[in-house]
T-cell receptor
């Protein structure tokens, strides 16, 4: 299994809603990432979890709340978002402790905030 | 600061060769990666360089010069399916806290018949 699975693929939410994005991998990777990507722009790092601990938080607003319940799962909880938060949210994972460490990306969750 | 530059757009003809350049200035260096991203899809890993020189993988090759802060991705025998964005990414840190990647703006390649 070399996949990173993200759900939902599409999400439309109002500014007062609470929703969550989910990400799952079964490759034994111990680092998981959330990236935000706007149209025609590169991915921007939001959070990194390494061995289930939050290791990097790139000054992301508190309306985005990450959670790593175990080494295979990564969630991104969304609350009181703004229309400018509409974007493709990519989850990625990587093998730590050896190899090239390249990122394996999921297909993304396309979020629209009304 | 962190800065990675790539051409915004390139056009090439099916069957031809195209070279996509990337220059970088980052606080650290622990490898340079190239990813391919088709519109609306996730990026997929193409190549990795950590030492100077050329790495070849089928129709794709990638070159690195650390002293010049320069890399290129070479695509041979272009096919229509190679139309995509190509992202240059530098890993500037890899430690017990994980990896930090800095992505370039991406180069949108259009392959014409």
């Amino acid at each position: 299994d070399t996949e990173v699975t993200q759900t939902p693929k599409h999400l439309v939410m109002g500014m007062t809603n609470k929703k969550s994005l989910k990400c799952e991998q079964h490759m034994g990777h111990r680092a998981m990432y959330w990236y935000k990507q706007k149209a025609k722009k590169p991915p921007e790092l939001m959070f990194v979890y390494s061995y289930e601990k939050l290791s990097i938080n790139e000054s992301v607003p508190s309306r985005f709340s990450p959670e790593c319940p175990n080494s295979s799962l990564l969630n991104l909880h969304l609350h009181a978002l703004q229309p400018e938060d509409s974007a493709l949210y990519l989850c990625a994972s990587s093998l730590e402790g050896g190899g090239t460490g390249e990122l394996f990306f999921g297909e993304g969750s396309r979020l629209t905030v009304l | 600061g962190q800065n990675i530059d790539q051409p915004t757009e390139m056009t090439a003809t099916e069957g031809a060769i195209v070279q996509i350049n990337c220059t970088y200035q980052t606080s650290g260096f622990n490898g340079l990666f190239w990813y391919q991203q088709h519109a609306g899809e996730a990026p997929t890993f193409l190549s990795y360089n950590v030492l100077d020189g050329l790495e070849e993988k089928g129709r794709f090759s990638s070159f690195l010069s650390r002293s010049k802060g320069y890399s290129y991705l070479l695509l041979k025998e272009l096919q229509m399916k190679d139309s995509a964005s190509y992202l240059c990414a530098v890993r500037d840190r890899w430690d017990n806290y994980g990896q930090n990647f800095v992505f370039g703006p991406g180069t949108r390649l259009s392959v014409l018949p």
